[in-house]
Structure formats: structure tokens, C-alpha cells
Nanobody, 124 residues
Framework: QVQLVESGGGLVQAGGSLALSCAAS????????MAWFRQAPGKEREFVVRISRNSGTTDYADSVKGRFTIFRDNAKNTAYLRMNKLEPEDTAVYYC?????????????????WGQGTQVIVSS
């Protein structure tokens, strides 16, 4: 099993930046595909980005492509999400997730472990 704890959320003005972290403990971090999802009030949880076990491959939702960057440090058991040029539409609770599948997909039900979430609010 893997326990995930997100941090780094907060309030930021539109156009600003935030960096989220997802610290993992338990099972071997490097064996999991890591992803970030988000859920805005009244909306379904949506895929944001995922990164392969060795950081060789990433996959971004169109809405964040060019603005968000995912990376991971397997030595530190941590995944990160750097968010630039934030927009009010990015306001949501952000969740990190881990999948034991080889690559997985966009579906939230393909991820085995979840963090508790961290709130991001972007003011206009």
C-alpha cells in the first residue's frame, strides 16, 4: 500500500503560480505511475496529468498543457505539480493518485491510492 499526502495549495491571483507536492510512504514509490486529478465544486473529478514510473513519459490534459508541469523524485518518494499562469477555472481540490498499472489511463478508477487533496483557489 501507498499513503499519499498533498501539500502546497493555497490562494493565488490569476496569472500566478503554485507548486504542489505529493509525499508518498509505504510501498516502493518508483513502482507506481503517479497522477494529479482535480475536482471543482459541483463538478466531477477530472484528470490533470500523469507521469510514468521513470519520468520518461508524461501526459497532460489539454486544459493545462503548456502551463502545468509534473515531475517526480523517486529518491524522495515525492511527486510534484508546478502550475503556472493559473486561471480562475483552475480552482479546485487537487488530488494526487498512484496506479500500479504499467501506464494506466485517464480514469480515476484506474488509480489505486489517493491523497486527501489540497485546495487551490485562483482569484480573478
Amino acid at each position: 500500500q501507498v499513503q499519499l499526502v498533498e501539500s502546497g495549495g493555497g490562494l493565488v491571483q490569476a496569472g500566478g503560480s503554485l507548486a504542489l507536492s505529493c509525499a508518498a510512504s509505504g510501498d516502493t514509490f518508483s513502482t507506481y505511475v503517479m497522477a494529479w486529478f482535480r475536482q471543482a465544486p459541483g463538478k466531477e473529478r477530472e484528470f490533470v496529468v500523469r507521469i510514468s514510473r521513470n519520468s520518461g513519459t508524461t501526459d497532460y490534459a489539454d486544459s493545462v498543457k503548456g502551463r502545468f508541469t509534473i515531475f517526480r523524485d523517486n529518491a524522495k518518494n515525492t511527486a510534484y505539480l508546478r502550475m503556472n499562469k493559473l486561471e480562475p477555472e483552475d480552482t479546485a481540490v487537487y488530488y494526487c493518485a498512484a496506479s500500479g498499472a504499467a501506464w494506466g489511463n485517464y480514469r480515476s478508477d484506474s488509480y489505486d491510492y489517493w491523497g486527501q487533496g489540497t485546495q487551490v483557489i485562483v482569484s480573478s
